[in-house]
């Protein structure tokens, strides 16, 4: 019985120092993955991507939570985490101060990832989309702070992959945001959404879990240019 002890206690130190060896990838594996965490992932993923309903999306991010704590290497958990945060921030109607909080959560989530090793280009598109969620919050008192920002983050994402379609995307956005006495305006911002299509149809996410949001977005927005232009004629 003693020597049974024994052993069961050698295992479990042996178990542990292995535990902390391999605690050091900054991605996720296959080897470290519980079965059907990739399905899971993909399920989740689909599932932010398809829905602005809030509680549902509050149900998402418990979800991302779940699989962040279980495969705690892999960044993609923390950067949904990081999106779902903050399309509750544009979808929900509550006040000001709400919506920061979220935006905190977003950028939390953010920070973690690139602590795992995340794509930084993805990260930094991100980062720029949550800036725009903070100055529509309050325009007049946040744009000489956060327009800067916004540019910045983009263009050290355009350095870092200048063929990510999402970078155009939020460029363009935040041209169309900004009121025509300061240089932005609908017609400023169609040559960067045209931009920004041309580059979604040559982009090719590097598996089913990368980030690929934002063409649905993109393709109404460009929609809604036809069917202005249709009106007035």
Avoid: H
């Amino acid at each position: 019985m003693k020597k049974s002890v024994l052993l069961l206690a050698l295992a479990a130190v042996s178990f542990s120092a292995t535990a902390q060896k391999t605690a050091a990838p900054k991605v996720a594996t296959t080897q470290t993955a519980p079965a059907g965490y990739t399905d899971m992932m993909a399920a989740t993923i689909q599932e932010l991507m398809s829905t602005g309903d809030v509680a549902q999306l509050k149900q998402v991010g418990s979800k991302l939570e779940r699989a962040a704590a279980a495969v705690p290497t892999d960044w993609m958990p923390q950067y949904y985490l990081a999106y779902d945060q903050l399309i509750i921030c544009f979808q929900s109607k509550e006040d000001g101060e709400v919506k920061d909080k979220y935006l905190d959560q977003a950028e939390a989530a953010l920070a973690k990832a690139r602590k795992l090793g995340g794509d930084e280009s993805e990260l930094l598109v991100l980062q720029a989309y949550i800036y725009q969620a903070r100055l529509g919050i309050a325009p007049m008192t946040r744009s000489m702070k956060y327009s800067g920002m916004v540019k910045e983050a983009l263009a050290q994402a355009k350095k870092v992959n200048e063929a990510n379609p999402r970078i155009y995307l939020v460029e363009a956005n935040n041209a169309y945001f900004t009121p025509k006495m300061f240089g932005g305006g609908a017609d400023v911002a169609k040559p960067l959404y045209e931009e920004a299509k041309a580059r979604y149809a040559a982009f090719k996410p590097a598996n089913n879990l990368a980030p690929n949001w934002g063409e649905r977005q993109l393709l109404g927005r460009l929609k809604s240019y036809d069917t202005a232009s249709a009106a007035t004629k």
